[in-house]
């Protein structure tokens, strides 16, 4: 992999603004047509891109409840030709992590190496080159859930104008909404597909890969009347190291936001061990089956839609039911089963899938 540079010093100034989205002169590709500058030479290994650590600002995170940073890292990929071929623009995809992951959990050693990935794919011409893009949304609940939320911050404007904006001014990108994809996997999954709901303006594809949190609708009391263990603790950092209660503390934070309630700023489904239904009716409008009927005409703006999950994922069911509203509803996508649960071949999917995806459903350069 190349040099990694680190601009973690720097914060920049990013202004909400729409990126204005041109019609792209380039042409789609098909999934495994090679990329001229990739193929000329295969004799050795894959040349290696460049990743980059750096700092990106979002007035969209500014006054937090939670406090967290308005300054998140970022984590960008620049395909090896990027270096040498000056003139050359590039397609980006905005990949978005799962919960109590980071965009550690996915470049650089130990991870999951969609660099790695990125250099083998583009390398062997069976996609053509991109920028990839992933921000860190972790937060003191184990991630932000990609919403719109005064506790958590404004993700859902984050991803889709501040870093946007900031990538197309900094990088050589195609800076048209035919030309940037959006993915992600679980958490990073119901991100894809809450914000492309709600901004076909910025992206065009969308892959959803294993995703989390498709049919939040039903809200149940405890067996036996127990008082659940979130609404046991006294602070938010009493929660650390439990991933249940973290987990609707995270959902909570992000769906049922409330200033008026320190230290937490937020309000749990239930109470007493029982449910509150007009919180739990949050929780219900934040769910993707519940709000897609508001969305179609936005859907059916979309080159392509791809949604994936294991066989043996616990989540197959909630994207079963999500699947068949898409299909109720007349929305053209793809929808793929494999063999594994959760976790297992994610890599494997990021590279036979994902990026062949976006290679054919996104505008290159011509």
């Given at each position: 992999?190349?040099?990694?540079r ?8 990013v ?8 019609a ?5 590709t ?9 193929a ?15 700092r990106?600002?979002?007035t ?10 308005a ?7 620049l ?6 071929a ?8 905005y ?18 190496g969609?660099?790695k990935?990125a250099?083998?794919?583009f390398?062997s ?9 992933m ?5 003191r609940y ?6 719109s939320s ?12 501040d ?13 048209a909404r ?16 809450r ?12 892959y ?5 949190c ?10 036996g009347?127990v008082?659940?263990l979130?609404?046991?603790i006294?602070?938010p ?6 991933r249940?209660?973290?987990?609707t ?8 936001p409330?200033?008026?309630n320190?230290?937490f ?11 509150q ?16 009927d ?9 080159t ?9 994922d616990s ?6 039911v999500?699947?068949e509203?898409l ?14 649960d ?9 590279e036979?899938?994902v ?10 350069a011509?």
């Amino acid at each position: 992999m190349g040099l990694m540079r680190s601009r973690s010093g720097l914060a920049v100034a990013v202004s909400v603004v729409l990126v204005a989205l041109s019609a792209c002169g380039g042409r789609s590709t098909q999934a495994g047509e090679p990329d001229p500058e990739a193929a000329a030479d295969r004799t050795g290994p894959p040349a290696a891109g460049t990743w980059e650590r750096v700092r990106v600002h979002g007035t969209s995170l500014e006054g937090n409840l939670l406090g967290e940073t308005a300054d998140p890292d970022v984590s960008i990929y620049l395909p090896a030709s990027y270096a040498t071929a000056p003139d050359r623009r590039y397609p980006v995809v905005y990949v978005l992590h799962g919960y109590t992951g980071t965009d550690l959990s996915y470049f650089g050693p130990g991870s999951r190496g969609l660099d790695k990935i990125a250099d083998r794919v583009f390398g062997s011409g069976s996609a053509r080159e991109m920028i990839l893009v992933m921000p860190n949304c972790m937060n003191r609940y184990g991630g932000c859930m990609y919403s719109s939320s005064v506790t958590a911050g404004d993700w859902e404007g984050y991803v889709a104008d501040d870093l946007v904006g900031y990538v197309d001014r900094t990088y050589r990108t195609i800076a048209a909404r035919e030309s940037r994809g959006l993915a992600g996997h679980s958490m990073g999954g119901y991100g894809t597909i809450r914000i492309g709901m709600k901004r076909p303006d910025a992206f065009s594809a969308l892959y959803a890969l294993s995703s989390c949190c498709l049919n939040e609708g039903t809200i149940r009391p405890p067996a036996g009347g127990v008082t659940p263990l979130a609404e046991s603790i006294g602070s938010p950092d009493e929660a650390q190291g439990d991933r249940a209660v973290m987990g609707t503390l995270a959902r909570a934070a992000a769906w049922a936001p409330n200033p008026a309630n320190p230290p937490f700023f937020f309000d749990l489904p239930t109470k007493g061990g029982e449910v509150q239904p007009e919180i739990a009716e949050k929780w219900a409008a934040n769910s993707p089956v519940a709000m897609l009927d508001q969305y179609v005409g936005s859907l059916g703006k979309y080159t392509a839609i791809a949604l994936d999950i294991g066989l043996q994922d616990s989540l197959l069911a909630g994207n079963r039911v999500f699947v068949e509203r898409l299909t109720r509803f007349g929305v053209p996508h793809t929808f793929e089963t494999y063999e594994g649960d959760h976790t297992s071949g994610i890599a494997q999917r990021l590279e036979e899938k994902v990026l062949p995806f976006f290679s054919q459903h996104l505008e290159f350069a011509p």
